[in-house]
Nanobody
Framework: QVQLVESGGGLVQPGGSLRLSCASS????????MRWYRQAPGKQRELVAV???????NYADSVKGRFTISRDNAKTTVYLQMNSLKPEDTGVYYC??????????WGQGTQVTVSS
């Protein structure tokens, strides 16, 4: 059974930092591309960052220079370091594991609220 479990969300002031984690089980983590998405209230889910199985990373323009995605294959965990947070970063952050021919899996999400 595949599980993706996000953690690390919370309430933070503008300019602050948070580190999200997504721990996986039930998949061969190292061969999966891992993504973080977010969904703000009343908006569509949007891609925030991706790290491929080979370690290539890419980011949404809105978070470039502020967020860093990384992975630890030994711990089967993907991270999202979020710095210089803005109110518009508020939303539910979801972890996604995807591999062509192997499946597409989602976590349950973790809430991030950026507010003073």
């Amino acid at each position: 059974q595949v599980q993706l479990v996000e953690s690390g969300g919370g309430l933070v002031q503008p300019g602050g930092s948070l580190r999200l984690s997504c721990a996986s089980s039930g998949i061969i983590f190292s061969i999966y591309n891992m993504r973080w998405y977010r969904q703000a209230p009343g908006k569509q889910r949007e891609l925030v960052a991706v790290i491929t199985s080979g370690g290539f990373t890419n980011y949404a323009d809105s978070v470039k220079g502020r967020f860093t995605i990384s992975r630890d294959n030994a711990k089967t965990t993907v991270y999202l370091q979020m710095n210089s947070l803005k109110p518009e970063d508020t939303g539910v952050y979801y972890c996604n594991a995807q591999k062509n021919g192997r499946g597409d899996y989602w976590g349950q999400g973790t809430q991030v609220t950026v507010s003073s």
